[in-house]
């Protein structure tokens, strides 16, 4: 199985402040033949199912506003909120869809300061 | 608009059978893959298994001797059906839906979750 690493766990940013979230897999994830990366980023909010940010290791889902942003290849993997806002507060895990099982991250926790 | 939503018994004993249905609308069950996600209270994100709009299943290994995930294709469902269940099996469990073309996509959209509490 790809175990998925995440740090920090938890992290309190000013409003406006930039967050960022690092998140390590124990395999590769980048598909040699496509390029790809096959690594995904997930906010969930408190009692809200996970909510897909960004696939592909950088590639925004769409209506997900442009604060946030993925970068990263092979193993190591950074999620980025450029400026927080108030309704960016809660966890957000990393996930890999290179092969099954799929497996996630243990999730960071992001709050105000 | 594609939605999801599970339904079952919030409350199973233990040693019984879990069982929980995901109903799909907005978009044919066809051409995708059907997942289980779960998440024990106040803890992180574990994949259960998944079952293809042909039928195919892959399991995680770690729950694979307890489990089975049906389909059915003409009502637009698929099933969950856990095992011999113990109090560590408590969790809100997720229905969500991925797709396969040449690799696997992300988990695209999810179901609202439902809570099974495992207690006597």
Redesign the interface.
Do not use: C, T
């Given at each position: 199985d790809i175990v998925m690493t995440q740090s920090p766990d938890s992290l309190a940013v000013s409003l406006g402040e930039r967050a960022t979230i690092y998140c390590k897999s124990s395999q590769n994830v980048l598909y040699s033949a496509n390029s790809k990366n096959y690594l995904a980023w997930y906010q969930q909010r408190p009692r809200q199912p996970p909510k897909l940010l960004v696939y592909w290791a950088s590639t925004r889902e769409s209506g997900v506003p442009d604060r946030f942003s993925g970068s990263g290849s092979g193993t190591n993997f950074t999620l980025t909120i450029s400026s927080l806002q108030a309704e960016d507060v809660a966890v957000y895990y990393c996930q890999q869809y290179f092969n099954t099982p799929f497996t996630f991250g243990p999730g960071t926790k992001v709050d105000i300061k | 608009q594609v939605q999801l939503q599970e339904s079952g018994p919030g409350l199973v004993k233990p040693s019984e059978t879990l069982s929980l249905t995901c109903v799909v609308s907005g978009d044919s069950i066809s051409n995708y893959y059907w997942?289980w996600i779960r998440q024990p209270p106040g803890k992180?994100?574990?994949?259960i298994g998944?079952v293809s709009y042909s039928g195919s299943r892959?399991y995680?290994?770690?729950l694979m001797s307890r489990l089975t995930i049906s389909i059915d294709t003409s009502t637009n469902k698929f099933s969950l059906n856990l095992s011999s269940v113990t109090a560590a099996d408590t969790a809100v469990y997720?229905c969500?839906r991925?797709s396969f073309s040449?690799?696997?996509?992300?988990?695209?959209y999810?179901?609202?979750?439902m809570l099974v509490t495992v207690s006597s």
């Open positions: - | 997942n992180g994100l574990e994949w998944y892959i995680n290994p770690s997720y969500a991925v040449g690799g696997w996509y992300p988990f695209d999810w179901g609202q979750g």
